[in-house]
């Protein structure tokens, strides 16, 4: 069972426009509305690849409502804290005549000591708990020690990262380039086996590098793993890190070998990328990818 711990939820919306000009009106063609925010990506993409997933979510006001509602139409089982304050809204525009996304990320709200109590006291025994997206506003101290002993794994950045990676002895940590180099005070073009090995030394767990459409670099006790995304290049990134993530750890949790599973993860998150909407794409989508990466 995997179970994904949201402190940051959003209510992601994704408007397809046949183009984007600065103080013009705009009408959508396509309107996409998903439970949104990195943790809840993870839970959608969880179930796409047939794996049991959970989320507990930090939700509030009329837009937590429709959150909970859009993820329990997946058919993720979902168990619901109330912030007393309105979740987020995040907001994708993608152009027909471009290939980058304009993009809108409302900030999170902070969340009281008893929000953060009652989410962490609601997971389930067992399983593995994600720690997804930014950690917003709170007690960052109550949170390691509610986390500690658990088996976490966690894709998060700045303060957050490093209390969790010393503190909480997370099982996997799943970053980027960018955010493996401010962790262990390398510069940020250091070769990514030079990051992921000091990573790893610090945390003692499985650590996975991101490097884009460079590809990805996982570390654990039997060496290191590589693992290269589609060829054929997506439009929609918005959620493809969230679904690699996923699928790196639907293979671990079925028993997989790490770079069985990285594989998994690279040809789900380039499947992610193929349609707009975060995490919503097809087993047949993931299938594509991966026939394709074999072969890259």
Known sequence: MITCLALSPALDVTYLVPSVEVGRIHRPHTVLRNAGGKALNV??????LGGEAHAVAALGGRVGMLVADLL?????????VETGGETRTCLTIAADDAEGLTEFYEPAAPLADGVVRAAVGLLP???????????PPLDLDLLVDLLRGRRLVIDTHGAALAALID????????????????????PEDDPLEHLAAALRERSGGTVVVTDG????LAVDERGMHRAVPDPVRGRYAVGSGDSFFAGLLVGLERGDALPDALLLAAASGSANAQV??????????????????RGA
């Open 213 to 216: 459409t460079a590809g990805s």
């Open 72 to 80: 329990e139409a997946s058919g993720i089982p979902l168990a619901a």
């Open 167 to 186: 503190r909480a002895d997370p099982e996997i940590v799943k970053v980027n380039r960018t955010e493996a180099a401010a962790l262990v005070g390398s």
């Open 125 to 135: 025994p067992g399983g593995l708990v994600v720690l997804a997206g930014s950690i």
């Open 276 to 293: 707009p909407g975060a995490a919503v794409f097809t087993l047949e989508h993931v299938a594509e990818s991966r026939a394709r990466i």
């Open 43 to 48: 839970a959608r993409a969880t179930a796409v």
